[in-house]
T-cell receptor, first 114, second 112 residues
Framework: DTGVSQDPRHKITKRGQNVTFRCDPI?????LYWYRQTLGQGPEFLTY????????KSRLLSDRFSAERPKGSFSTLEIQRTEQGDSAMYLC????????????FGPGTRLLVL | GQNIDQPTEMTATEGAIVQINCTYQ??????LFWYQQHAGEAPTFLSY????GLEEKGRFSSFLSRSKGYSYLLLKELQMKDSASYLC?????????????FGDGTTLTVKP
């Protein structure tokens, strides 16, 4: 148990619907990352927070994706107007920061867009 | 940007030793991670190398050569439970983010 939790674990939605995922990092960790992973590939970076500030966002991330970390603790990732190509595992990871950059991953949210 | 290469698949026998290689070409470098990922599960941390040389941790060891852009993960005394995907990830050296770029992983199958 790494201490990072994600909710829900699985989500099935219809194309065009909006979905929101939640990540609760390890409590003392300052940095929080979102990745997307499809079968046979490694995790692909989406976005990153240092406390409540979103410091980097992948160019691959379309305007339909938005993430927040309002109080520097939990984070949400929203996908608007979902497309079938959004089907993937969405992974959240956290790290302590301050030179301690090992990322600890949550169990992921598996999204299926029909 | 980062480019990371790993073999797609490897097979080894229980009790044997296997070496999984990773090469990278990066615009910046601030360390290399190895993660293990079982099917349907999240990656779990195995090792982190920032300086050249060998880091040993139980049955697992990881080696780094920064001048060659090369790392390997060595697994000894293989067990069936070691069947998993092994991900090499390079930490971005251009920012303070600690953002890592992952390879596509090497799927290791351990056979009896």
């Amino acid at each position: 148990d790494t201490g990072v939790s994600q909710d829900p674990r699985h989500k099935i939605t219809k194309r065009g619907q909006n979905v929101t995922f939640r990540c609760d990092p390890i409590s003392e960790h300052n940095r929080l990352y979102w990745y997307r992973q499809t079968l046979g590939q490694g995790p692909e970076f989406l976005t990153y927070f240092q406390n409540e500030a979103q410091l980097e966002k992948s160019r691959l991330l379309s305007d339909r994706f938005s993430a927040e970390r309002p109080k520097g603790s939990f984070s949400t990732l929203e996908i608007q107007r979902t497309e079938q190509g959004d089907s993937a595992m969405y992974l959240c990871a956290s790290s302590l920061g301050l030179g301690k950059e090992t990322q600890y991953f949550g169990p992921g949210t598996r999204l299926l867009v029909l | 940007g980062q480019n990371i290469d790993q073999p797609t698949e490897m097979t080894a026998t229980e009790g044997a030793i296997v070496q999984i290689n990773c090469t990278y070409q990066t615009s910046g470098f601030n360390g290399l991670f190895w993660y293990q990922q079982h099917a349907g599960e999240a990656p779990t941390f195995l090792s982190y190398n920032v300086l050249d040389g060998l880091e040993e941790k139980g049955r697992f060891s990881s080696f780094l050569s920064r001048s060659k852009g090369y790392s390997y993960l060595l697994l000894k005394e293989l067990q069936m439970k070691d069947s998993a995907s092994y991900l090499c990830a390079v930490r971005d050296g251009n920012t303070n983010a600690g953002k890592s770029t992952f390879g596509d992983g090497t799927t290791l199958t351990v056979k009896p």
